[in-house]
């Protein structure tokens, strides 16, 4: 706090990122992967080097290599073998932090409560210092075909109990008035919008002890998939009834 001014994080309840950040071991080769300045925010406001980043949904390593960017240990699991080994293989060079990446479904809270403890204890912690979440949209996009996989799941109401009991377990292990960030959106399907976002973050504030401290909305122009198809989706929208999505949310939470 004492040199506050000078200091770039990101205060404001919306976040305008005008592209992905690259360099580094960051490669834009996953659908629904991190924009990399979205941890790299959450991280340096709610940790300090040294701490531990526990991570639900690891997927490509975003989360990952911004924490060995910050110098904070790093506990990640996924239900995709293939992206684990992936990341496992970028990572093989670090030697800076303390990290793992477990392939797990973080659905089982027995086998996930098991890869926390096993964790925490080869490295003499007793608990993580932040937990940060960025789950699949339901079915839009499907990482794998293992049925337990939350993105093969198309019902609104399983795939939120699902996920809240998933964020309950790793609740177990934050400390107090340790932070947690969930990032999400909303959905189009059957011709409505389902507001998955607030879905989840009614869910969380309704299961688990927190004080909710922010609800920011994120955009980013530089989307991969959208380049050079900005008039298609526009005519797309005017002829049906409908608005496209250009924005997430990202909801910070307490633990009391």
């Given at each position: 706090m004492e040199d506050w001014k000078q200091i770039d994080i990101?205060?404001?309840?919306?976040?305008?990122?005008?592209?992905?950040?690259?360099?580094?071991?960051?490669?834009?080769?996953?659908?629904?992967?991190?924009?990399?300045?979205?941890?790299?925010?959450l991280i340096r406001r709610y940790t300090s080097v040294g701490d531990t980043v526990l991570e639900l949904f690891s997927g490509s390593g975003?989360?990952?290599?911004?924490?060995?960017?910050?110098?904070?240990?790093?506990?990640?699991?996924?239900?995709?073998?293939?992206?684990?080994?992936?990341?496992?293989?970028?990572?093989?060079?670090?030697?800076?932090?303390?990290?793992?990446?477990?392939?797990?479904?973080?659905?089982?809270?027995?086998?996930?409560?098991?890869?926390?403890?096993?964790?925490?204890?080869?490295?003499?912690?007793?608990?993580?210092?932040?937990?940060i979440a960025h789950p699949p949209y339901l079915d839009i996009i499907k990482f794998t075909n293992d049925s337990r996989d939350l993105s093969n799941i198309p019902n609104v109401s399983l795939f939120i109990d699902k996920l809240t009991n998933a964020?309950?377990?790793?609740?177990?292990?934050?400390?107090?008035?340790g932070y947690f960030a969930i990032v999400a959106g909303d959905i189009y399907k059957n011709s409505e919008v389902v507001p998955l976002a607030f879905m989840i973050m009614d869910a969380v504030r309704q299961n688990l002890n927190v004080k909710m401290k922010g609800v920011i909305v994120k955009n980013i122009e530089?989307?991969?998939?959208?380049?050079?198809?900005?008039?298609?989706?526009?005519?797309?929208?005017?002829?049906?009834?409908?608005?496209?999505?250009?924005?997430?949310?990202?909801?910070?939470?307490k633990k009391m």
């Open positions: 990101n205060v404001d309840s919306l976040w305008l990122i005008p592209e992905r950040a690259k360099g580094g071991k960051h490669k834009n080769v996953y659908h629904g992967n991190f924009v990399p300045q979205i941890p790299n925010q975003t989360t990952l290599y911004e924490c060995e960017n910050l110098q904070r240990d790093y506990l990640g699991f996924d239900i995709n073998e293939q992206i684990v080994e992936y990341v496992n293989e970028k990572m093989q060079d670090c030697t800076s932090i303390n990290y793992a990446i477990k392939n797990i479904d973080v659905t089982n809270s027995i086998e996930f409560s098991i890869g926390i403890e096993e964790w925490l204890s080869q490295y003499n912690k007793k608990q993580v210092d932040f937990m964020i309950a377990t790793g609740f177990q292990y934050l400390k107090k008035n530089g989307n991969r998939g959208k380049l050079g198809t900005q008039d298609i989706w526009k005519y797309r929208a005017l002829k049906s009834d409908y608005f496209l999505f250009k924005h997430e949310y990202i909801f910070v939470f």
